[in-house]
């Protein structure tokens, strides 16, 4: 596989690198500890151009590649993790199925905005007894002439408590399991659509995400995205997507944690030298550089045979799957390496191994990465 990359690529990387160390990082513990949305810090990278990075231009984004995409979430989410799954949402989960299944009408009014940067969007899968077992949706589409009345509840919407409008699946047909399943698109200001109050999390504490209740809402036939029952396939493949953007940004949090500990293992002295004239912090450096390396390289993988148009659910589950807990192994290096430090709130090591952590579950949790990964090499 050619891993060189293109003029553009790189430019858009080291442009996504120089705003990360400018706008990011230096706010990120203050956005996290605040629990704040950074809402002018997203503003200013739609400004980047990383409302639709992969969306064509003639749909309002960047017209650039996934490739490049994934190089923007690690930049982004190695300043600020819960910036880049802000953007990765509005990338992957509901800028991607709009362009993919949605009419051109469609795509005037629910990806244009959404992909310039106007406008934030989210994905509404998972319900209370919905995580893993995404075919056991119970909230329900009701049709009553040109109209479709919404009923029952999402929850962990990420981007929820702001978005302006949401990737929805509904039962149409209970009795149909996934082929009872219908994707809709739908403004948040639609009588019926009751946010709840932001979730408490361990990590990832500047992104917001809430349960929502839909009560009678009403939808109009013209916002259903794709057939009545193809809702699970769209689900699915775009979770294929949704899982690029996962794994780069679990490069880029495992990065922010391998530099902060690299440069730290130069200056902290233990037995009258720098540690890192230990081999057992070499070692550890070593195994981090290596694991990041071999992610990326998975990751760019899942997203060239995206650019491809060819299937791509089996690499971007291992990518999703290796970089999640190569992240978590690395954020927790990175601990070892700073001691006491680590554990401080003082630095911001801590708060990668928290942001790391919810890599491993959400788009999927690893075991369900080992189930789709399995089942494809079992075929
Ligand atoms: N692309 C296209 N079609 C697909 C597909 C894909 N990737 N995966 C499955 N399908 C199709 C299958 O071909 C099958 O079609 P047919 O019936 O026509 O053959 C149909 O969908 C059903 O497939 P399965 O029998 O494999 O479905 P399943 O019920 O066994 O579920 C699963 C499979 C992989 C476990 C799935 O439920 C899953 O991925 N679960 C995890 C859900 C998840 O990732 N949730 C994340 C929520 S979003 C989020 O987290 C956002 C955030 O906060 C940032």
Redesign the pocket.
Known sequence: MEIELSEEQRLLRDTCRDFADKELKPNAKRWDREHKFPKEAVQKAFELGLGGVAVPAEWGGAGMDNIAYALAIEEISRGCASVG?TL??NNS?YCDPVLKYGTDEQKEKWLKPFARGEKLGC?G??EPQA?????EQRTTATRKGDVYYINGTKN???NGPVADAIVLFTMTDLSK???GITAFVVDTNTPGFLRQKADEKLGICASP?CTIFFENMEVPVSQRLGAEGEG??I???T??G??IG?AAQAIGIGRAAFEEARDYAKVRKTFDVPIAQHQAIQFMLADMATELDAARLLTLRAAALKDRGV?H?RESSMAKLYASEASNRVADKAVQIHGGMGYSKELDIERHFRDAR?TE?????SE?QR??IS?AVLR
């Open positions: 799954v990765s949402v989960l994905f899968l998972t995580g893993s077992d995404a075919a962990w919407i990420t399991g996934t082929k995400s699970f396939k689900a699915m493949s979770l294929d949704g899982r996962i299937r659910t919810i579950i959400y788009e999927g949790t369900i189930l789709v089942n």
